[in-house]
T-cell receptor, first 112, second 113 residues
Framework: ETGVTQTPRHLVMGMTNKKSLKCEQH?????MYWYKQSAKKPLELMFVYNFKEQTENNSVPSRFSPECPNSSHLFLHLHTLQPEDSALYLCASSPLGLQPQHFGDGTRLSIL | DAKTTQPPSMDCAEGRAANLPCNHS???????VYWYRQIHSQGPQYIIH???NNETNEMASLIITEDRKSSTLILPHATLRDTAVYYC??????????????FGQGTELSVKP
């Protein structure tokens, strides 16, 4: 139990659907992150939020739209995805500075 | 952030020490070395981090060379549950911001009975 909860754990959607991934942490952390892990590839950082403000967008296509309404919740809104977007999407949170990130177990996304 | 190099895979006998090397020859003075591991179908798990001194916690020890160009993660008594991909990451710590992690391919450690 890492303290970071992601829902759903698995999601299958068509290319024209709209869905959202949810991440929740009650660790008191002020930074939250989205990562993408495609098959046989390293984790790729997508977005970083500090105090609910987005501070990093790693050239992510606009069909991925993050939202951070408060320091405990992070969403990733998905629309018009492509088959190559099938991957494990991981959320993490951390205090600021030196302290390590805590990861959820991810949402396994499959695009039909 | 500095780049790291790790062997793609290693084997270790159960009960023996697992020594996982990492090269980070371009590391800067203000960059820390972090180790994470990822067990199949789970998110990465933090193990340990350090700047220049050796560090030990309940999971592992981190040995950083004096010139800081390489480090070794030591799991003193490996068990089958330590089978995972181990990532060595170098990053700057900014006190008022979360730190981004740049993952490489890591080392796939297989602990065998």
């Amino acid at each position: 139990e890492t303290g970071v909860t992601q829902t759903p754990r698995h999601l299958v959607m068509g290319m024209t659907n709209k869905k959202s991934l949810k991440c929740e942490q009650h660790l008191g952390h002020n930074a939250m992150y989205w990562y993408k892990q495609s098959a046989k590839k390293p984790l790729e950082l997508m977005f970083v939020y500090n105090f609910k403000e987005q501070t990093e967008n790693n050239s992510v296509p606009s069909r991925f739209s993050p939202e951070c309404p408060n320091s405990s919740h992070l969403f990733l809104h998905l629309h018009t995805l492509q088959p190559e977007d099938s991957a494990l999407y991981l959320c993490a949170s951390s205090p600021l500075g030196l302290q390590p990130q805590h990861f959820g177990d991810g949402t396994r996304l499959s695009i039909l | 952030d500095a780049k790291t190099t790790q062997p793609p895979s290693m084997d270790c006998a159960e009960g023996r020490a697992a020594n996982l090397p990492c090269n980070h020859s371009t590391i800067s003075g203000n960059e820390y070395v972090y180790w994470y591991r990822q067990i199949h179908s789970q998110g990465p798990q933090y193990i340990i981090h350090g700047l220049k001194n050796n560090e030990t916690n309940e999971m592992a020890s981190l040995i950083i060379t004096e010139d800081r160009k390489s480090s070794t993660l030591i799991l003193p008594h490996a068990t089958l549950r330590d089978t995972a991909v181990y990532y060595c990451i170098v990053r700057v710590s900014i006190y008022n911001q979360g730190g981004k992690l740049i993952f490489g391919q890591g080392t796939e450690l297989s602990v065998k009975p």
